[in-house]
């Protein structure tokens, strides 16, 4: 491999990776604006025109919520949402839908807490490195014991599959809090498979 075709393949690899760290960015970003969406249009089931103004203001108190606070009100929000729900025979199995979901939630937060915090080399290379299609870097945490330190190593491909990871959660944090909000049957829409929540297929 010549110097300049090495160039040329480390600028292609390392752009890959710049690429797909952005996405996940972009798509975790969406999710938390669907969190805060979703919130305002279960908060603000009054009557017109007074409902825009609840949205409005649901919109200032979760505004400067961070991913972590805003999952956990969200929660609250589709829990209190069930005390109205017509199937109440149902509520032990979607409880167990809506951990899944929250599990999902707090999982994906944490690998934005990684990816966004973390101290990523994705710049640099060894003389001798030929192959530039990992990123690597660290994340520094003080715990109990003192200091810790994640390594950290990533390819396009899981910088990708997170942000798809993302793209899912998003649609389904959509698609049950409308449910809810239009008093539909929750368990003809979303059921558990492979212990995660899944949707329904139509005619199933």
Known sequence: MTPEERQEKFKSQTDTLYA????FVVNFEELVAAMRQMISLLVAEVPPPYHIRQQQIAHIFTADLTADPLARAFRSI????LE???HQEQIPKIK???SNLFSRIEN??????KFLHGTW???YA???QQDFSQ???FKATNTANGLRLDRLEHTAESFLEAAEECLVIHGLVRDVSLCLYLKSNLLKNFDLEDNKIVRVEAGN
């Open 108 to 113: 994906i937060n944490k690998t934005r807490n």
């Open 96 to 98: 167990k839908l809506l």
């Open 135 to 137: 990123a690597k870097g």
């Open 84 to 86: 109205d729900y017509e």
């Open 126 to 128: 060894s003389q001798e």
């Open 121 to 123: 080399h994705i710049n």
């Open 78 to 81: 589709l829990m209190l949402a």
């Open 20 to 23: 797909g760290l952005g996405r």
